[in-house]
């Protein structure tokens, strides 16, 4: 299970003033749970899923992973207690090669499954274990192989930034089946930011973020209706 206790993150901007992007914010996720976070551009869900990764550290409160707390803990740390991390736009990584990420994600046995993490996003691994994950794949592809690694690690835990942004139609369709696929079979937690009604359409829960707090959480039957009536959603409006 995952908690997050009263937890504020603030940043200076360049005139030296304070900006609180998570404001005083308390959530529980349970095992085995799929959960979309989604709210207005700006209003701190891409955010809140980096201070849950470690890539950015909470100003105030607490984070707690199944009874322990990692508030304090680096990516790394976190990562091997079981939290993957994909990013909105994925990293390049010059000289390494897309069959060294997957074994650096499934370990000495990961030629046994490459086909199948590859297969599962749609990219062949004949045309891709021995590319290099630079500039010559495109964002689309990066976005995919990025996903294979995560679904090699099997984690408990998996964050996905946007999983959508910069890849095509055809891609996209897979993916909600990757996401369905994961849930079912690897009983794993999954935490995906995102606007897209297809993906809010395969949640356990929506929960709503807007001006840095959780405006509402539910099932997608009580959510989904108001989202998609647009900005006069009364969730979006501030306090």
């Known amino acids: ?14 005139d030296g003033k304070k900006k609180e992007i998570i404001k005083d914010l308390s959530l529980k996720i349970d095992d085995k749970k799929f959960v979309v976070i989604t709210g207005p551009n700006g209003s701190g869900k891409s955010t809140l899923a980096k201070l849950i990764a470690g890539i950015e550290k909470v100003t105030s409160g607490k984070i707690i992973y199944n009874g322990q707390d990692i508030t304090d803990m680096t990516i790394d740390e976190r990562a091997r207690l079981g939290i993957s991390f994909a990013f909105q736009q994925p990293v390049r990584f010059k000289g390494i090669k897309v069959k060294d ?7 000495e ?20 274990l021995n590319r290099d994950v630079d500039g010559s794949l495109s ?24 999983p959508e942004a910069g890849i095509d139609l055809w891609s996209f369709k897979n993916l909600i089946k990757v996401f369905e696929k994961m849930h079912k079979e690897q009983e794993n937690s999954i935490m995906i930011i995102s606007h897209q009604e297809r993906i809010l359409n395969i949640a356990d829960e929506i929960i709503v973020i807007a001006g840095g707090k959780m ?16 900005t006069k959603c009364r969730f979006y409006q501030e306090d």
């Open 109 to 128: 046995q990961y030629m046994k499954g490459a086909c199948d993490y590859l297969g599962e996003v749609g990219l062949c691994a004949r045309d891709y």
């Open 215 to 230: 405006k509402a959480r539910g099932k997608k039957d009580e959510i989904l209706p108001e989202l998609l009536e647009g």
């Open 139 to 162: 964002g689309g592809e990066l976005k995919r192989i990025e996903i294979a690694t995560i679904i090699a690690r099997n984690t408990p835990f998996s964050i996905f930034d946007e």
């Open 101 to 107: 990420l997957l074994k650096l994600a499934a370990g």
């Open 1 to 14: 299970m995952l908690e997050l206790q009263n937890v504020s993150f603030s940043v200076t901007d360049q």
